[in-house]
């Protein structure tokens, strides 16, 4: 932890130019607000598809106007390769998290899916590769499990997937591998298990679980819980998604370009997660609370259990969860509250 702190001091002493795609996503919007309060210069690309302008003038917010100025948005599309020669351009790090997000949506619409997650992802790599970019580090997901029955996750024991999404997820990690072996482009991917954490959109059919449920507790409404509730997940808070990000930035030249879990390695069942979440409305909304989960058959296609094995990323990035599910759910909250949605 001593020698991140110092890495991180360090890059801010000596600030970098870093290309950012995604940028006005939930987890994009949060690694831009994290290199702007690290005095970076940011170059990010969004087509705004599901990003939105209040991501930004959150980060805004947060950041003041002066760190602000090191922001340059560009409006575009990762299947542009010129959006992406852009993007690239300079650039120190690219960290790359433009995608059709969605597993649901992926199965309504699998050759977008290809063309944005895979056509997108290896633009940026050969866009890196031609600006001479030293490493690029990419969303990848735990949805490239599929159907494989390990648990806990192991990064080199996978299953079949389950969707075009997850599918595309691993396509992106087999270019990667094979872009660094012809090209020499180091790139590093995050299988990012279930993020939380605020702006994330509680809106739409494809809403995550976390601000969904925390919508419909603040308007008084029940939450759904598909099947006995027993189905579990590792949910991990925002904050390690930014340090395992920066953590794969920062690492030495030569660091193999694999795909590394990110999560906190403990499963939370669904209905645990439903009882700290009515709690922590109850607390905070006296009455919004107390309404009870509609329960409903189990949805076709869910995995049950999902729980990742942190000993790859700790070994090689160094990377260590802090806080609990707790606290970052308290956190979360305290955010959705405020903003008065
Ligand atoms: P998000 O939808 O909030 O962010 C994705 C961003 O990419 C949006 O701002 C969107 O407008 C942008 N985008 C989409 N298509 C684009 C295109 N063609 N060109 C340019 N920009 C485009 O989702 P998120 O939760 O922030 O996810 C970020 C990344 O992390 C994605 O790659 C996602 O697959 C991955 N991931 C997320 C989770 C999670 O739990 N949130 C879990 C696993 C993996």
Redesign the pocket.
Known sequence: MALFKEQLDHLRQAPRRWGL??V?????SHLLQTLLELDQEVVG???????RAFNLADVRGQVGEERWRRFTLIE????DPEACRRTCEGAWRVLH?????SVPRSIENPLLTQQ?NVG?FLNILLAARDAGVGRVVY?S??AVYGDGPTQPKVEADLGIPLSPYGLSKLMDEQWAALCDRLYSQSAIGLR????FGPR??PEGAYA?VIPRWIEQLRAGRACTIFGDGETSRDFCYIGDVMQANLRAALAPPGTPSRAFNVARGEATSLNQLHQVLREGVEARIPGLGCVEARRVAPRAGDIRHSRADLRQIQEVLGFAPEGTVAQGLRDTLDWYLAQGR
């Open positions: 795609t995604g006005a996503g939930f987890i994009g690309l969004d087509d705004f598809s599901t990003g575009g599309d990762v299947r998290q433009a995608a059709l997000a944005v997108g969303a997901s735990s990012y298990f279930n993020v994330q959109d995550a």
